[in-house]
């Protein structure tokens, strides 16, 4: 990773090619690279609950043009092009689509980590990603709703929920999350902080950032939504800077790890089979949706 950053390259880079020399398709020295991702994604949980405490509720509610204006229009415009390309690679509208709208949804641990790097995430162009960025969390039921609807086979196991009561249930735990927040959360760290003792603290706050994940992710909206949310409730607190320090370490060397879990992740035996789809196709969708954001 140290070599990625001298060369320009940044760290995310680094720690992706690390896991990949390291993987299963690598050296074989590490071999089930999905229980490690599956912890270290509390990296990126971690890194937007830092990232809502930098964000107090009036400054959200500024933003709110551009995550429901940019957000919407990014969604929409780049969703309908992109499918366009999986057509012309002669797949049915329906393949086309899904893969479209997996592809819309930008990788929210390598943006912000990339933005924290160069420093760009108070700027007004951050500011604007990261409000694409929200919108695009916020998509999560109403996605994976359209997945179940055009799915040709029957759901295995439990009845695939209404869109409505998906949606009803994504607000009232969303909804729960605020409500404690507002009325829980800062009397609960006053409390803790008379007390003196800082692993107190420290443990407190990794709670409250596991458990507003958790809850979120029961809710079927993604964890890293509900750790944002719960560090905005938290930004007007006078305990805020005490939290991000306590936060910090964990949250770097688990969003590390999550890199270096997805390098480990790659297949290379699968690129190899299918080397002209991948590599043209990959160029063409990048194409289209810089296009499209630019």
């Not at 590490?30 to 994604?41: G, K, L």
């Not at 689509?97 to 990788?107: D, N």
């Amino acid at each position: 990773m140290p070599l990625f950053k001298r060369l320009g390259l940044g760290s995310v880079l680094g720690y992706l090619a690390a896991g990949l020399a390291i993987g299963p398709f690598g050296l074989r020295l590490v071999t089930d690279s999905q229980a490690i991702i599956h912890i270290a994604e509390f990296g990126v949980v971690m890194f937007l609950f830092v990232i809502g405490l930098e964000m107090k509720p009036s400054h959200l509610w500024g933003l709110r043009r551009q995550i429901f204006g940019l957000g919407s229009l990014q969604v929409l415009v780049c969703a309908i092009l992109l499918t366009a390309v999986g057509m012309l690679y002669g797949f049915p509208w329906q393949v086309s689509f899904i893969s479209a709208a997996g592809f819309v949804l930008t990788s929210t641990a390598i943006v912000m980590q990339v933005l924290n790097e160069r420093g760009d995430i108070a700027a007004p162009r951050g500011q604007r990603i990261v409000s694409i960025l929200l919108f695009e969390d916020l998509l999560i039921v109403p996605l994976l709703a359209i997945v179940t609807f055009l799915s040709p086979l029957e759901p295995v196991g439990e009845a695939a929920r209404p869109l409505w009561q998906s949606a009803a249930i994504a607000f009232g735990a969303l909804a729960a999350l605020v409500v404690a927040g507002l009325f829980v959360l800062n009397p609960l760290f006053r409390i803790l902080a008379a007390t003196r003792a800082r692993e107190v603290m420290t443990a407190a706050a990794l709670f409250v950032v596991l458990g507003a994940a958790l809850l979120m992710e029961a809710g079927g909206l993604s964890m890293a939504m509900g750790a944002f949310v719960a560090g905005v409730l938290l930004s007007e607190s006078s305990f805020r800077h005490q939290l991000e320090a306590d936060i910090e370490p964990f949250r770097g060397l688990l969003l590390g790890l999550f890199f270096l879990g997805v390098g480990m992740s790659l297949d290379l035996k699968v690129l190899a089979q299918h080397w002209l789809l991948v590599s043209t196709g990959v160029i063409a969708l990048m194409a289209m949706k810089a296009a499209c954001i630019y």
